[in-house]
């Protein structure tokens, strides 16, 4: 069985898959959200972020062979081609480069197929610390390519800054800091291209 984030006691933190041994810069911290308890901050960020750009999210949907997805996402789409709404299964890391995520299952899965097994999506994706980290490669309209956040939302940076600030860390006392919640922002606008 591989070490868990912290479980080396030193920094930066470690996880280890197998014969990989991949450092995190910071430690994970479990982050409550939507009635959802998160391994990390940083997934919960996302799933805030899904709420504002009004992407439908299951959190951990499927134990996959060799791979736990933290979310399914759901992708409108109002192309005649493609019949409705795309799905992908996102893999969050803490990476500042997609290339972090080279040998992950994650990137394995290309319109939903790695040439043996079929996925119950449309894609895999790799997400990382912000929306200009983020990678799938799926079928759509007449054909189909590479894609991320950055391309749907253009002020993805903006959004991302709201959802981060819904999950940043609250004192202990709710008297010495408001909680924030997504209803604060509920007249905000998040236009899709």
């Known amino acids: 069985m591989g070490l868990r984030a912290g479980a080396d006691q030193g920094q930066p933190w470690a996880v280890r898959d197998g014969a990989v ?21 940083l997934e919960a960020t996302w799933a805030v972020f899904f709420d504002f750009v009004k ?13 736990t997805p933290d979310f399914l996402v759901t992708i409108p789409c109002t192309h005649s081609e493609c019949g409705g709404d795309h799905e992908i299964l996102v893999e969050v890391k803490p990476y500042n480069s997609i290339t ?3 040998g992950h299952r994650c990137m394995d899965f290309s319109y939903g197929s790695d040439g ?3 996925i119950p999506a449309d894609a895999s994706a790799a997400f990382g610390n912000n ?3 983020t990678h799938w490669e799926m079928g759509h309209g007449a054909g189909g390519g590479i894609f991320s956040v ?41 236009a899709c291209p």
């Open 21 to 41: 041994d991949v450092r995190y810069a910071f430690k994970s911290h479990p982050t409550f959200y939507a009635g959802v308890q998160f391994r990390s901050r």
């Open 55 to 67: 992407w439908k999210w299951e959190y951990e949907p499927y134990d996959l062979l060799g791979w």
């Open 100 to 102: 972090q995520f080279a």
């Open 116 to 118: 043996k097994t079929k």
């Open 131 to 133: 929306p200009r980290v």
């Open 150 to 190: 950055s391309e749907y939302f253009p002020n993805c940076d903006h959004i991302w800054l709201v959802a981060k600030n819904i999950t940043q860390w609250k004192h202990e006392n709710p008297s010495v800091q408001k909680p924030l919640f997504l209803n604060d922002w509920a007249n905000e606008e998040w």
